[in-house]
């Protein structure tokens, strides 16, 4: 049976070269454990070596392109990064995964909404307008569906069956701790991956 | 000639109701002006009234990826959004329209790369690692391509040609500036929108 490739989306490409490279392993051997095969990028091998910064920004970005394509769903890390919502590189490829059809599934180490972690961002520039809804210092709201962040990202995981899954973790492992990468891969395989023979006649 | 449909992204539909509203028209009318039909999420009509938030957040994002699938291209506001780098939903709904082939385009208010803006919210937590890259207090580089934002926005409008268009406005105008969306239509219709007859015999 041919495995399915997982894109493994996450700011854990910002991580220390050694850490990343070790999340990226961890991943990839729990992928396999599942059924899976991860496929990272940052394992892409692309010399941007002696290129302008820009044009090695066009190539990582094709390169990533291209990697998805190649893959048949993604696991996206949602942890907020740097600010109350998830890295906007890694939404970015949730929307591209999910506009080619294929399931996204996503996970945080953070819990609570996305109103109550932008309510902390601002602080004190956050106040309650007329209606009673939040607004920064722009008098932009603050999106307020119980959701964990923006709406189109947990739309986009919801519509294929899953959730966000949400496992806490404590600060030094915010971004490494993959205990919600692995119930992300279990749900993955219950959705995707076809039970075995002697499976099914047991179920 | 059936004129190309334009999905306007953005932050916008954040601004107070009559502020979204107005913003959406004066986009519609520029689009008229160009050639192109505008369609703003702003416009989507759902009764989301009555429901549990959390089912009105899937309508919307239910919503919103149709109204993308029924558009030819995207000019996303990608103005740093509560933070040094584009609004989340904007952004997914970037890679989205991107993945299917649409071109996008993108623009914002506020000039800088990615990396100063980010070393500005992080203040005294950015740090300098061994190698000289810029890291926050997790250790995480923040990316250092001379680019506006995250190398996969940048690389999915400069895929189609164009570039992130970028005009300065004051704070005020930060979220309803629209002189970089004018400039984004110009390049839309130059590269999209065929000559005319008369046109072409003068070129």
Redesign the interface.
Known sequence: MTRLRVYLAG?DV???AA?AAAVSLAKRQLCAAHGFVGVSPVDNEIDTSGM???Q???C???A??KM?RGCDLAIANLTPF????????T??????????GKPVFGYSTQDGTLLER?RQ??GGEAAQ?PSGEW??S??????????V????????V??GGAHIVVVPAPAER??TDLAGFELCLKLAAQKLVAPQPQAAARA
């Open positions: 700011p910002f991580l220390p850490d302008p910064k820009h090695a920004a066009l990582i970005s094709a990533n392109e998805m740097r600010g109350p919502s998830a890295d906007v590189g939404v970015y490829e949730l929307g591209f995964m999910r506009a080619l932008t961002a601002l307008g607004e920064d722009f008098r932009m709201v603050v999106e307020n569906f119980d959701c962040d923006n709406l189109m990202l947990v739309g986009a919801e519509a915010r971004f």
